[in-house]
C-alpha cells in the first residue's frame, strides 16, 4: 500500500517520490503518458544548475534554495562542477557590468583563453564558479532507476486528484490548471558541432537575443531558450530558431556550420511571482509554479513537501490555500 500518491511523472514528480522514499514512505506514481518523454517540459530543459545567475532577475528564494540543488542531483545522476560563464559582445560590454552588480558568487576573469580557449575571442567574463549543471534527459532516466530500484515504478494511468484517497502530491504543471498559474512558452534548439569545445554552460547576454549555450556529450549542445508570455503549445517558431541561431554564430561562427539535431518548444507553468510553490488544499499538495526553475528549485520544492507531510513543518515555499 502507498502512503501517499504522486501524479505526474515530470521533473517535480519524479523528485517527490524521490523524496518521500529518503523519508521512508511509500509513493505510488502515476502519469497519463507513462515515464518521461518529449510529451513535457523537463525533456527540454538545458539542465543548468545556476543559483547565481538566476539571481539577476528572480527572487532571493531562488538564489538560496537553488544553491542545494546540485547536491540532490548527485546522489542519482552525474553533475559537472564547472561553474558557469557569462560573456557579452564587445560592443555590449556594459550588459556584463550590470549583470555583475545584480549577482553574487562571480569572479571577473579577463583571460578566457585558460578556461575555454574557442571563447578566447571574447575579452571578459564572469565565472559563476559554484554553479553546476547536468544533462536533463539522462537525470530523469537516473532518477527513474533510483525509484524503480526502491521498487516504485510509473504507472501509466490518467486519474483525478480529488479520486484518490490518502495523501496526494499533484506535480502536473500546467495540466493542474491552478488559480493564477499561467504557462510561459519557451522555444530550443539542440545542434551537434563537434569542432567547438566548451566544458561549461555560457550565457551570452545579447539586448536583444540573449542566450544560453550548455554542453553535452559528443560535440552536442542545447541552446535556449526563448521566454514568451503565451500559452501557445505549437512547435518551434521560425522566428525562435533565427534569433538562437544568430546569437550562437555571434559567439562562435562556426554554430553557423553545426547541425541541427532536435527543435522544441513547451510551456513552462509559473505563478505570478516566478516562484515555486507548495500549495495545501486538504489532503493535497500542489507543487507547481517552477517556471525556468525546474531542475534547480524541484529538490528544494519536494523536500518541503515532505517536510510537512512527514513533520508538518512549513517552509518558505509551502502555502496553504
Known amino acids: 500500500m502507498a502512503d501517499v500518491t504522486v501524479i505526474g511523472a515530470g521533473v517535480a514528480g519524479l523528485c517527490a517520490a524521490y523524496a518521500l522514499c529518503r523519508a521512508g514512505l511509500t509513493p505510488r506514481l502515476v502519469d497519463r503518458n507513462g515515464g518521461p518523454g518529449a510529451h513535457g517540459c523537463s525533456w527540454w530543459a538545458g539542465g543548468m544548475l545556476a543559483p547565481f545567475c538566476e539571481g539577476a532577475v528572480a527572487e532571493p528564494a531562488i538564489v538560496n534554495h537553488g544553491a542545494s540543488a546540485a547536491a540532490f542531483w548527485s546522489e542519482v545522476t552525474e553533475v559537472s562542477h564547472r561553474g558557469s560563464l557569462v560573456v557579452t559582445l564587445q560592443r555590449d560590454r556594459g550588459e556584463l557590468t550590470r549583470f555583475a552588480r545584480r549577482t553574487t558568487g562571480h569572479t571577473l576573469i579577463s583571460d578566457l583563453a585558460a578556461l575555454e580557449p574557442d571563447l578566447s575571442a571574447h575579452q571578459a567574463a564572469l565565472l559563476f564558479e559554484q554553479e553546476s549543471h547536468l544533462d536533463p534527459r539522462h537525470a530523469l532516466a537516473d532518477l527513474t532507476h533510483a525509484l524503480a530500484t526502491r521498487g516504485v515504478a510509473i504507472e501509466q494511468a490518467e486519474?483525478?486528484?480529488?479520486?484518490?484517497?490518502?495523501?496526494?502530491?499533484?506535480?502536473?504543471?500546467?495540466?493542474?490548471?491552478?488559480?493564477?498559474?499561467?504557462?510561459?512558452?519557451?522555444?530550443?534548439?539542440?545542434?551537434?558541432?563537434?569542432?567547438?569545445?566548451?566544458?561549461?554552460?555560457?550565457?551570452?547576454?545579447?539586448?536583444?537575443?540573449?542566450?544560453?549555450?550548455?554542453?553535452?556529450?559528443?560535440?552536442?549542445?542545447?541552446?535556449?531558450a526563448t521566454q514568451v508570455e503565451s500559452a501557445d503549445r505549437r512547435g518551434i517558431s521560425a522566428r525562435a530558431v533565427l534569433e538562437l541561431l544568430s546569437a550562437a554564430y555571434a559567439l562562435d561562427p562556426r554554430f553557423g556550420e553545426a547541425e541541427l539535431l532536435e527543435t522544441g518548444a513547451d510551456l513552462r507553468s509559473a505563478y505570478p511571482d516566478n516562484v515555486p510553490r507548495v500549495t495545501i488544499k486538504g489532503r493535497m499538495l500542489h507543487l507547481n509554479g517552477l517556471f525556468r526553475h525546474g531542475y534547480l528549485m524541484a529538490p528544494a520544492l519536494a523536500t518541503q513537501a515532505v517536510n510537512y507531510l512527514t513533520n508538518g513543518i512549513k517552509g518558505d515555499l509551502v502555502h496553504e490555500d
Open 159 to 224: 486519474v483525478m486528484p480529488q479520486e484518490i484517497k490518502g495523501p496526494v502530491i499533484d506535480a502536473r504543471g500546467m495540466a493542474a490548471d491552478l488559480p493564477g498559474l499561467r504557462g510561459v512558452r519557451g522555444e530550443m534548439l539542440i545542434l551537434r558541432a563537434p569542432d567547438i569545445r566548451l566544458s561549461r554552460p555560457v550565457r551570452l547576454l545579447h539586448p536583444r537575443h540573449p542566450l544560453y549555450i550548455v554542453p553535452r556529450a559528443d560535440g552536442v549542445f542545447m541552446l535556449g
